[in-house]
C-alpha cells in the first residue's frame, strides 16, 4: 500500500516519481495474461498504456442485454450530465462519441426538451482510457471531490436493483417515442428507488 506519509511514489513502470495524491499518482493495477495476475503501481500514463494492452471486460449492466420480464433489448443509456459527473468526463471527450441518439425528455406532462444520450458502454470505455482503468475512474471521482475540499461529492453509478430498474425504465420511454424520463420526476424517482408504481402507466402519462 502506498505511504501517504512519503511525498511522492515511484511508478513501476517508468520509474518517473509522482505526488502520492492526484490524477497522476500511481494507483495498484492488477495486469493479467494467460490467467496469470501480476500487481504493479502505475502511474496515469501507463496506466493508460496497461489498459490498451489489457482491456478489463464490462461491468455487469453496461452492455446490451434482454430483459427477460418484460420481453425487451435494453441499451443502458446515460446523459452527458450523468456522464461528466459519474465518469469524470469534459467536453472533449464527447466530440467523437459514437451511438448518440436525441430523445425528448420530459420535466412534466405536456413538458418536453431535447437531450442527447449516450450507451453506457460507450462512456465507460472512453473513461477507462482516459483515467487508465477503473481503478483510475475511482480515482479520478475521489480527486475531484478532494479539490473541492471533500464538499462536492462526485456520484457513482447507480448499481443493483436501481440500476436494473433505471434502465428499465428509460429503455421503456425511449420505445415510446424516443421520450427519456427525467430522474427528477417524483413517478420516476420512486420506481428506481423504490420500484414502486407500474411501469407501463407512468409511460403512458408522461409519454403522451
Known sequence: MPNRSNPRLTCQSCGERFPNRGFEQPLLVN???????QSHFLCLQCRRKAYNTFQEPLPPGIDAYTDHI????IVPRITETEARRQYCLTDCHFRDMPHVITAYSVRSAGHVYKVKLYEERDIVRVARRVWGGDVG?????ECYSWQNGGVTYTPTPPVGIERVRRDRIRQAFLDWGFYFA????PCVSN????GQGQLSR?????GN
Do not use: D, K, Q
Not at 70 to 73: S, V
Not at 137 to 141: K, L, S
Open 202 to 206: 407512468i409511460v403512458a402519462i408522461y
Open 191 to 194: 420506481y428506481v428507488n423504490y
Open 31 to 37: 495486469i493479467g495474461w494467460r490467467g496469470v495476475l
Open 182 to 185: 427525467t430522474p427528477t420526476l
Open 137 to 141: 475512474i475511482a480515482n479520478a471521482r
Open 70 to 73: 418484460h420481453g425487451h433489448t
